[in-house]
């Protein structure tokens, strides 16, 4: 029969263990945060600037597409010349006012151009076929194009795609990304779900692109579109659901290069918000990161819940009583911390809150077993279509 005491001092083991693991992935994230890439200043010189066609897909977007579709067509990029610039809306089979104001920017702007699809075929997912037809809609490629996917709840600062351009310029890259910043008023999915979601998807995706997957976000994806032809369009990816990924780590295979960079004073997202919406929205694209697995979103949930209690338990088990466990979980509390200031600074996402590591980390292991239980149960829906694998 095992003693109580030794069965005591094996749990600390472990619990020191996965303490000392916290370290390992926190240090592992803050090296990942510093390898984004910071956004240049746009250029002008004696290259001409390139075509650019941004294609939005909008499901159900009344309520902000307004917002985005001013931001494009008043870009500085083309403001010189309109040819340089031209804009694909692709209404997804919205059931609101969508389509009327896609059409409405057209009748005012010769460079929009609105397209409606209600349905996608067998085995497509709904966004990944709306950006398919846009880039469709948009004709033949041009030489030196560049295409801009940007999801329909985002807001772009006018020197945004200029800026963009320049930076994949500066740095050789064929593919360049980048998240949202947060809206005025934005709700708690900044500071509490945001930080262990952005460090969740960098384990499995490299901002520089040199790890098994290179990371991309479809808040605004900036693609040439030599590149984009080269993997096959989004025809490639029908089936998958986290095609921002799949595209990017696409581009890398295929010889090109890929960074994230840091645009977020320049470009804000409302599709996060509110807290309710931030959650789904999360919890959509994990469930699409595992396939729909409910058993491996549950053990990614069980894990994310202890890595994230494992050093202040360890502080508070080993207090007074084992020394090396409490001075464990206190370097693991201070990388924790850390790592979760870093991930919030570069998201503008509340960094001063970074002691809230454990809390907001056990609040996304709550999120990713919930999306288990959908998963499972098979009711996980994004705007009315129910996610299929």
């Known amino acids: 029969m095992v003693s109580p005491r030794r069965h005591t001092n094996r749990w600390s083991v472990v619990l020191g263990a996965v303490a000392a693991g916290v370290l390992i992935r926190s240090a592992r994230t803050i090296r990942q945060t510093r390898t984004i890439a910071a956004l240049r200043e746009s250029r002008t010189g004696s290259l001409a600037p390139p075509q650019v066609t941004v294609v939005v897909p909008a499901r159900d977007e009344a309520g ?8 494009i067509v008043s870009q500085t990029h083309g403001s010189e010349n309109e040819a340089l610039l031209r804009v694909v809306v ?11 104001i896609a059409r409405e920017f057209a009748r005012r702007d010769p460079r929009v151009v609105p397209v409606r699809v209600d349905s996608p075929p067998q085995g497509w997912g709904g966004k990944v076929h709306a950006m398919h037809v846009g880039v469709e809609a948009a004709g033949p490629p ?5 295409l801009l996917f940007l999801d329909a709840d985002t807001v772009a600062a006018p020197d945004l795609l200029a800026r963009l351009l320049a930076t994949a ?24 779900l945001m930080p262990p979601g952005l460090q969740l998807i960098g384990e ?9 997957k290179a990371f991309a976000i479809g808040h605004c994806i900036l693609v040439r579109r030599s590149h984009f032809e ?5 025809a490639a990816f029908a089936a998958v659901r986290n095609e921002d990924v799949a595209l990017a780590t696409a581009v890398r295979d295929h010889g090109g290069t890929t960074r994230t960079v840091d645009g977020l004073d320049h470009l804000r997202t409302s599709g996060m918000d509110p807290f309710g919406q931030g959650w789904a929205s999360f919890r959509k694209s994990f469930v699409a990161g595992t396939k729909g697995s409910a058993p491996l979103l549950a053990a990614i949930g069980v894990g994310q819940i202890a890595m994230s209690l494992a050093a202040p338990l360890s502080v508070l088990v080993g207090r007074g009583r084992r020394p090396v466990l409490t001075a464990v979980g206190l370097v693991g509390c201070a990388a924790q911390t850390a790592a979760h200031a870093g991930t919030a600074r570069f998201m503008r996402s509340n960094p001063e809150l970074a002691l809230l590591a454990p809390v907001s980390g056990t609040l996304f292991g709550v999120l990713l077993l919930d999306g288990a239980f959908r998963a499972h149960r098979g ?11």
């Open 230 to 234: 080269k993997v096959g369009g989004w």
């Open 204 to 212: 499995n995706a490299s901002p520089d692109g040199r790890g098994r």
């Open 64 to 71: 902000v597409l307004a917002d985005c579709l001013r931001s």
């Open 169 to 192: 310029d500066s740095i050789d890259a064929d593919l360049v990304s980048t998240p949202g910043g947060p809206p005025p008023g934005r709700s708690a999915t900044w500071p509490l």
């Open 142 to 146: 041009e030489a030196g194009e560049w």
């Open 379 to 389: 009711r996980d829906q994004w705007k009315g279509r129910r996610s299929t694998f």
């Open 90 to 100: 692709v209404d997804d089979g919205s059931t609101d006012g969508t389509g009327e």
